[in-house]
Each structure stands twice: as C-alpha cells, then as structure tokens.
C-alpha cells in the first residue's frame, strides 16, 4: 500500500504537537508513579503521591525530567519535516518551563 505524502502531513499542525508535548510528559510522569509507588511494599494513591513529593522537594526536578522524552518527539518531527508541528511541542515545552519556575518558588 503507497502512502500518500498528503495523508501523513495532515499531522503537521502546531495543535498535534502541542496535543502530544502535554501527554507525553504526563505519561511519562504515570510511569514513574507506577514504578515508585508500586515498588514499595505500601500503594500510595496518584494525590498522595504527587503531595508526597512535593512535601520532600523532589516535585520540580521529577516534573523537569519528565519532559526531556519530549526530545524524542522533537526529532521525529524534525525527521519528518513537521515544522508546524514542532512549533506546537516548544509551546508545550514552555508551558512546562513555566509550571516548574512557579512551583520552584512558590
């Protein structure tokens, strides 16, 4: 089956990029709950956890860190020429950047 170049461009919108540089994170942020909270011999809920966190400080750098797979959608989009795309997750990015600098001084 040819793909047609018209098909896959339709993906070349800043709202699919900022649509995936928002769940990509949280995803990524799901993941790590799953791995720390279940890992421990007591599950704490998702609220419990997240305020766990931040009581130790430790909220911002895991927020920060969860973005960085935001880079690989970065390069794919680049690989793919999706420039439009592109602009849309640096908006998320942003948008992140952001949320941490006001939950670091807050």
């Not at 995803?27 to 279940?38: G, N």
């Not at 766990?52 to 020429?81: E, H, M, Q, W």
């Not at 952001?98 to 807050?106: D, T």
Request: charged share 15%; proline share 6%.
């Amino acid at each position: 089956m040819e793909v047609k170049p018209n098909m896959i461009k339709k993906y070349n919108k800043p709202a699919y990029g900022l649509l995936g540089g928002i769940i990509l994170p949280a995803l990524t942020f799901i993941i790590y709950y799953a791995y720390s909270a279940f890992s421990v011999e007591t599950e704490l809920p998702l609220l419990d956890f997240i305020q766990t966190i931040y009581n130790k400080g430790a909220f911002t750098p895991v927020l920060s860190l969860c973005v960085l797979p935001n880079l690989i959608l970065f390069f794919i989009f680049k690989k793919n020429d999706y420039w439009y795309a592109m602009k849309g997750l640096i908006l998320s990015v942003l948008m992140y950047t952001i949320l941490v600098v006001v939950l670091k001084f807050m």
